[in-house]
């Protein structure tokens, strides 16, 4: 799919749609935020996507400003994070917000709900606001833990 160079008026949701829509870019902008930083290869064992994907995705990321490619040249081979602008910071609450109500809408739906999706989503706001739908589902945050958890990040 071609990239929009948007030089035309263009409605604000479709903008949103481009710069988060993508089966990947909205978890991988929770990882980055969760984590403060993400590296491609690590990021590669912990999400089911393909190394293709993975790299247009966060090339998409980065050309619509939400995350930033920062290479550390101290080291051999360099290093190199993917860190939130603070455009992609100021995105975070909306995608929580998001996340949220689809929780909501596929418990009311009856959609089955991915037990990842509470192990990786465990801070406090989440599970204050998802608390009656975690229970009825017998998902909790300590969940991550009985299942081998998820790695941890540096």
């Known amino acids: 799919m071609a990239r929009s160079t948007f030089d035309q008026p263009t409605n604000p949701y479709h903008y949103a749609l481009h710069c988060i829509g993508g089966k990947w870019k909205m978890t991988i902008l929770h990882e980055i935020y969760t984590y403060g930083k993400i590296h491609f290869n690590e990021t590669l064992k912990v999400l089911p996507v393909s190394e293709k994907v993975l790299s247009q995705q966060l090339k998409e990321l980065i050309e619509d400003g939400l ?13 190199i994070d993917y860190v939130l602008t603070v455009e992609g910071a100021r995105l975070i609450p909306a995608l929580d917000i998001l996340y949220i109500w689809s929780i909501r809408q596929m418990d009311t739906r009856q959609v089955p709900i991915d037990a990842d999706a509470f192990a990786v989503h465990k ?24 299942r081998g958890g998820k790695p941890k990040r540096g």
């Open 67 to 79: 995350i930033q490619r920062v290479v550390h040249n101290d080291q051999f081979p360099p290093a």
């Open 123 to 146: 801070a406090e706001k989440y599970v204050e606001a998802l608390r009656d739908v975690m229970e009825a589902n017998d998902f909790w945050p300590c969940l991550e833990q009985q």
